[in-house]
């Protein structure tokens, strides 16, 4: 039977350029002056989810950037995983910041990478990742390995907040059904680690305006009198977390699960360097609610 590092030794040259023609193009959805490009890499992954051994592909247009379908049905017994991922990727500004073109991926070898990585804007969220699991059904399926019915459902708005996702979920549901969904936007703690993440935090933001006096005041006439819109809105910030840092919202936690001793075990045996850490920020310590490993206050733990 071959093995997936055989394959890949193989076919590596073919892969990196596959993947570097796909970091290449801007894909910025952030920037309508980038559609052409956002359309053209929703192409390109169509045809190579076809090449990898999707039988059935479909582009589906939606109100913002498409959404790339793919399939490969063995069995209608056999589970069925379907992989999530997107094409889009964050504005590269500020373009002086960047020791190379961000659209022109090269392999560098740097103290953090010293086998050598690739660098280009989306290399690592999240077309690499992306990338990785169609060539996984690539090798499935040319070595007659595959195990299961794959669908893929790469959408190109992941970095403006996915707002037809959704919709194109809930239209879609018989097209969707799955076992079990993977997210292909995550990472691993280090290549000689496999990881398997199993929760992400989603993102909840508002804006608040704290509006004071119906003119700017000179402090020494109503300083102490007439309160400050800038001191009750830090006094706000502060009162969301207590001494310990946990979060004061009521019904906050409500939905939150606890995570089992099993999982903070699993949890706690993931290689992991404090110091390093700490090291690498240029921070003397780390923050967050108490009674938490900093491996949980990093990816799971809720916060503020
Ligand atoms: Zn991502």
Known sequence: MTQPIDYINAHKDRFLNELFELLKLPSVSADSAFKNDVIATADLI??????AGCESVTIYPTAGNPIVYGEKIINPELPTVLVYGHYDVQPA???DLWDSAPFQPIIKKTDLHPDGAIFARGA??????MYMHVKALEFMTQTD???????????GEEEVGSKNLGIFVSENKALLANDIILISDTGMIANDVPSITTGLRGLS????AVTGPNRDLHS???GGAVANPINILTKMIASLQDEDN???IPGFYDDVQELSEAEREAMAQAPFSLEAYCQALDIEGVYGEKGY???????????F
Do not use: H
């Open 220 to 222: 020494g006439l109503y």
């Open 246 to 248: 946990k979060i004061t």
């Open 145 to 155: 390995q595959l195990p299961c019915n794959v669908k893929y459902m790469i959408e």
């Open 46 to 51: 169509a045809k190579q989810l076809e090449k």
């Open 124 to 129: 690592c969220d999240d077309k690499g990742q």
């Open 293 to 303: 490993t900093t491996n949980e206050r990093n990816s799971i733990i809720p916060t």
């Open 93 to 95: 500004d500020p373009i």
């Open 205 to 208: 933001y508002m804006e608040v």
